[in-house]
T-cell receptor, first 115, second 110 residues
């Protein structure tokens, strides 16, 4: 599609439950990025993919967070055993990454509330 | 020191005036620089990107980049009430991820 799609829009989980978020990049974009926005403006990079390969996962809290981008499927971000501090808006972005073009376009986000 | 720092807001300008937003970054090897606009409760919207030193103009927006000073700015000319939003400076240290500033909230007074 022409826009990054993210589902669900809102997700409420009790502490300790699992949360799974989905992202479909813009058609033709081979790079996908996940960011976490806490407290309105604090963006934190989590992980990036080139097609189905992890490109950079330096931002991922590895013990509870995992992500995948499989062929012909939306990308996913999964949080096992959610904690209160995981409450945030999770944005997915995609990029065409053609020569000299590094712009990232953001989806509408998934608001995760952990209670 | 934060990777990306923006001038603290909020910034209030009258309609029709110029809004000037500043951003500095710490990684001297950064190559790509972006300005995003984020309305409350919405996702960031890319409004400008710049890769080379100098000015880049797009409509009412002008981005300026000075790599020697590690400084990037955004000017919004003829500010409109619809420009009221938070403006995020984002820098790509390695072209694979963005580091964001904390954002500057702009309010355009009618």
């Amino acid at each position: 599609g022409e826009e990054v799609a993210q589902t669900p829009k809102h997700l409420v989980r009790g502490e300790g439950q699992k949360a799974k978020l989905y992202c479909a990049p813009i058609k033709g974009h081979s790079y996908v990025f996940w960011y976490q926005q806490v407290l309105k403006n604090e963006f934190k990079f989590l992980i990036s993919f080139q097609n189905e390969n992890v490109f950079d996962e330096t931002g991922m809290p590895k013990e509870r967070f995992s992500a995948k981008c499989l062929p012909n499927s939306p990308c996913s971000l999964e949080i096992q055993a959610t904690k209160l501090e995981d409450s945030a808006v999770y944005f997915c972005a995609s990029s065409p990454r053609i020569t000299n073009s590094y712009e990232q376009y953001f989806g509408p986000g998934t608001r995760l509330t952990v209670t | 020191q934060k990777e990306v720092e923006q001038n603290s807001g909020p910034l209030s300008v009258p309609e029709g005036a110029i809004a000037s937003l500043n951003c500095t970054y710490s990684d001297r090897g950064s190559q790509s620089f972006f300005w995003y606009r984020q309305y409350s409760g919405k996702s960031p919207e890319l409004i400008m990107f710049i890769y080379s030193n100098g000015d880049k103009e797009d409509g009412r927006f002008t981005a300026q980049l000075n790599k020697a000073s590690q400084y990037v700015s955004l000017l919004i000319r003829d500010s409109q009430p619809s420009d009221s939003a938070t403006y995020l400076c984002a820098v790509s240290p390695n072209d694979y991820k963005l580091s964001f500033g904390a954002g500057t909230t702009v309010t355009v007074r009618a």
